[in-house]
């Protein structure tokens, strides 16, 4: 991970995580992308979460809070600790893939009109499906995950969505 102009911070909540961090952590901070920081934002856990994570990752930047803040008041304190010019939020039960991070950013540098951006989301017991490639808005307000349980090579192209899941923010100008 690159020191000095930060381009993306990556916000981790935890509470009581430590098993999911274990598998989690390694593939995020692996990424082919050299330039972001990863903010452990740790909610009072008593799993020995905050411990793991300063001795086998000491690159993380963690704040343990002395409560559990849920995860709004979690992501809002990693915010405020976010050095990157773009924020990603992420649960600590995820793999992600070495170019996860580089993907996510194409289209926030290749088109100013876009805010956010989100990727697919595999199935974790059954990695050939998708849970989710974006939602679907219904138009009695409903949301529908796009693409469940489909072939996780569907949805090759990018494309616009009706809602988002697993979204990367781009600050406000």
């Known amino acids: 991970m690159s020191k000095g102009n930060i381009r993306a911070s990556v916000i981790i909540v935890n ?3 430590r098993d999911d ?6 593939t995020v901070c692996n990424q082919t ?3 972001y920081e990863v903010i452990l934002v740790d909610n009072d856990s008593d799993d020995d979460s905050v411990n793991y994570v300063r001795e086998q990752f ?9 409560e559990n803040r849920w995860y709004p008041g979690g992501n809002n304190d990693g915010f405020k600790l976010a050095r990157g010019e773009y924020l990603v939020v992420l649960n600590p039960d995820v793999e992600v893939e070495p170019d996860w991070l580089e993907h996510l950013l194409v289209p926030l540098e290749n088109d100013q009109t876009v805010g956010l951006t989100t990727s697919r989301i595999i199935r974790f017991e059954d990695r050939s499906r998708l849970n989710t490639c974006g939602n679907l808005a219904h138009y009695t307000g409903l949301g529908f ?3 469940l349980d489909a072939p996780v090579d569907a949805f090759p192209d990018r494309e616009r969505v009706s809602a988002m899941v697993g979204v990367f923010i781009r600050d406000a100008p």
């Open 15 to 17: 509470y009581n995580g």
């Open 21 to 26: 961090l274990e598998d989690c952590l390694p």
């Open 33 to 35: 992308h050299d330039n």
């Open 58 to 66: 000491p690159e993380i930047r963690v704040l343990a809070n002395d």
């Open 145 to 147: 995950c796009r693409g």
